[in-house]
C-alpha cells in the first residue's frame, strides 16, 4: 500500500515559483509518479508524469517549459517546479502513483494511488 502526501501549495503572485513536494509512505519501487490539478467544475488535468528511474518525463501542453518534475527515489520524494506561474495555473494539485516500468502514463485512470492535493492559487 502507498499514501502519498503533498505539500508546498501557497498563495503566489504571477511569476512567482513554487516547489510541490509529493512523499510517498511504503514502497515506490518501480512505480511510475504523476502531478495532476483540477478545479471545481473542471476535469482532472494531466500536469507531468516521470518514470520509475526518471529517464522519461511528459509534460501537459500548458506547463510545459514552465515546470519540471523530478524524483529522489532514495528520499521516496517526487517534486513539481513551477516556475513563471499564472493565474490560470490555479487549481488543487494532487499526485499520483502506479506501479509501472517504462513511460509513466498520462490519463488519471490509470493511476492507482492517490495524494489528498494541494492548492496552489495564483493571484494576477
Known amino acids: 500500500q502507498v499514501q502519498l502526501v503533498e505539500s508546498g501549495g501557497g498563495l503566489v503572485q504571477a511569476g512567482a515559483s513554487l516547489r510541490l513536494s509529493c512523499v510517498a509512505s511504503?514502497?515506490?519501487?518501480?512505480?511510475?509518479m504523476g502531478w495532476f490539478r483540477q478545479v471545481p467544475g473542471k476535469e482532472r488535468e494531466f500536469v507531468a508524469a516521470i518514470s520509475w528511474i526518471g529517464g522519461f518525463s511528459y509534460y501537459g501542453d500548458s506547463v510545459k517549459g514552465r515546470f519540471t518534475i523530478s524524483r529522489d527515489n532514495a528520499k521516496n520524494t517526487v517534486y513539481l517546479q513551477m516556475n513563471s506561474l499564472k493565474p490560470e495555473d490555479t487549481a488543487v494539485y494532487s499526485c499520483a502513483a502506479v506501479r509501472r516500468l517504462g513511460a509513466p502514463p498520462r490519463e488519471p485512470n490509470e493511476y492507482d494511488y492517490w495524494g489528498q492535493g494541494t492548492q496552489v492559487t495564483v493571484s494576477s
Open positions: 511504503g514502497i515506490l519501487s518501480s512505480h511510475a
